[in-house]
T-cell receptor
Framework: AQTVTQSQPEMSVQEAETVTLSCTYD???????LFWYKQPPSRQMILVIR??????QNATENRFSVNFQKAAKSFSLKISDSQLGDTAMYFC??????????????FGDGTTLTVKP | DTAVSQTPKYLVTQMGNDKSIKCEQN?????MYWYKQDSKKFLKIMFS???????INETVPNRFSPKSPDKAHLNLHINSLELGDSAVYFC???????????????FGQGTRLTVV
């Protein structure tokens, strides 16, 4: 079974600064996806970024980028130029890729990020 | 033109009642899910359906019964509601990846269920 660990329950950052959220996972699979989801106070779950394990290049989406270290099973999220709207709970998630994949994602326990003005 | 929509958004009911939450996606995805987010914000999968067929059924009481009339709909019916069922329930769907299985989940806005 896969496990996903987010060791930082809460973090804060000043507006316009950079913050990194950590995530580690444990799996014996070789092909999988990793995701970061954002859940603002509105409760909506929003995909922030996706990484495919077979890709060595780190995924980036505007101010969001990841540091994917496959050997270390680490998948951290870096948010640059933090904005007040980035305040949310962030979940790291793992999904195995398989032909009969029913898309089950395993989620970490979340990191609450507060961006301070 | 909401992609994944679930109704109702809020549901308050008494213990022992039976209730349903409806979910519809207009994205053409084959895979749909129900997730439960408890009071500590932990998110756990309950069920996964692929083309109306149940694929994943995690350890969920059999008071919870999903029903998928077609691949665009996955409803959740809960019998004999208990206090511990209070949570936010998320419906989601996933597109097919590069020839293999599904990829990221697109979530509905969640249904906050409160059992009193």
């Amino acid at each position: 079974a896969q496990t996903v660990t987010q060791s930082q329950p809460e973090m804060s950052v000043q507006e316009a600064e950079t913050v990194t959220l950590s995530c580690t996972y444990d799996t014996s699979e070789n092909n999988y996806y990793l995701f970061w989801y954002k859940q603002p106070p509105s409760r909506q779950m929003i995909l922030v970024i996706r990484q495919e394990a077979y890709k060595q290049q780190n995924a980036t989406e505007n101010r969001f980028s990841v540091n994917f270290q496959k050997a270390a099973k680490s998948f951290s999220l870096k948010i640059s130029d933090s904005q007040l709207g980035d305040t949310a709970m962030y979940f790291c998630a793992f999904m195995k890729i398989s032909l009969i994949n029913a898309g089950k994602s395993t989620f970490g326990d979340g990191t609450t990020l507060t961006v301070k003005p | 033109d909401t992609a994944v929509s679930q109704t109702p958004k809020y549901l308050v009911t008494q213990m022992g009642n039976d209730k349903s939450i409806k979910c519809e996606q207009n994205l053409g995805h084959d895979t749909m899910y129900w997730y439960k987010q408890d009071s500590k914000k932990f998110l756990k999968i309950m069920f996964s359906y692929n083309n109306k067929e149940l694929i994943i059924n995690e350890t969920v009481p059999n008071r919870f019964s999903p029903k998928s009339p077609d691949k665009a709909h996955l409803n959740l019916h809960i019998n004999s509601l208990e206090l511990g069922d209070s949570a936010v329930y998320f419906c989601a769907s996933s597109p097919r990846g590069r020839g293999k299985g599904s990829t990221e989940a697109f979530f509905g806005q969640g249904t906050r269920l409160t059992v009193v």
